[in-house]
């Protein structure tokens, strides 16, 4: 199977190929090689995803960006046999360092985004609300939380995290979760559905409240 697939391979992702299936120092130089480019990957996305969080330290960026890479390094080899060459082997491989690279960021911030800390969550900007504005998208933020912590199943609430909050591509989380990106799109639209008939009734009350 490993041979028939080379042979259709571009050469740039079959060199990552042979590499990655040959015998050491060889692969031990791809995989040294593939943790850098999976770094500089997930340094990018998680610069990108913290500019907005002010009180983020810049400093931890190289740190997250290496413990990113790590983890999607493991999932690469892990899934490198599932590799159908039906995209290059670098958009392929690159994918796993975007997902891990808003997981790193939550676990620095050391607790669930959504249980904890809605409003960081969603990175809210301030447009100038009013006090009472403020409390009432506060206050649905919490229920919004609560429904996606009780309401939703794992795999629900780890879809909707990943694509509607972190920015993760389908494709990439069905890759992680083994699935299809038609299946990750309807966990996230029967997710959405829930989340929509939970929350009904405090935007029901809200709109009476502010006739």
């Known amino acids: 199977m490993q041979g028939r697939l080379a042979q259709w391979l571009d050469p740039e992702s079959r060199a990552w190929w042979d590499r990655l299936h040959g015998a050491e ?21 998680i610069r990108l995803r913290t500019r907005r969080l002010s009180d983020f330290p810049t400093s931890d960026l190289d740190d997250l960006a290496v413990q990113a890479a790590d983890d999607a390094l493991l999932a690469v080899l892990r899934k490198l046999d599932d590799y159908r060459g039906e995209s290059q082997f670098w958009t392929w491989a690159r994918r796993f360092a975007q997902l891990e690279a808003p997981v790193s960021i939550r676990r620095r911030l050391g607790h669930d985004h959504l249980a904890h800390d ?42 909707l995290i990943a694509v509607a909050i972190d920015g993760v591509p389908a494709a990439t989380v069905a890759i992680e979760l083994d699935t299809t990106p038609g299946a990750i799109y309807k966990m996230l639209h ?22």
Do not use: Y
Not at 129 to 150: D, F, K, M, N, Y
Not at 193 to 211: E, I
């Open 190 to 211: 029967d997710a959405r559905r829930k989340l929509s008939a939970q929350l009904a009734p405090a935007r029901a009350l809200r709109n009476h409240t502010t006739d």
């Open 25 to 45: 120092p060889v692969r031990g130089r791809a995989i040294a090689e593939l943790h850098e480019r999976l770094r500089r990957e997930a340094w990018f996305h």
């Open 118 to 159: 809605p409003e960081r969550a969603f990175a809210l900007p301030d447009p100038g609300r009013s006090p009472q504005e403020c409390a009432e998208v506060h206050e649905l933020l919490r229920t919004l939380s609560s429904a996606i912590t009780g309401r939703l199943t794992t795999r629900q609430r780890v879809v």
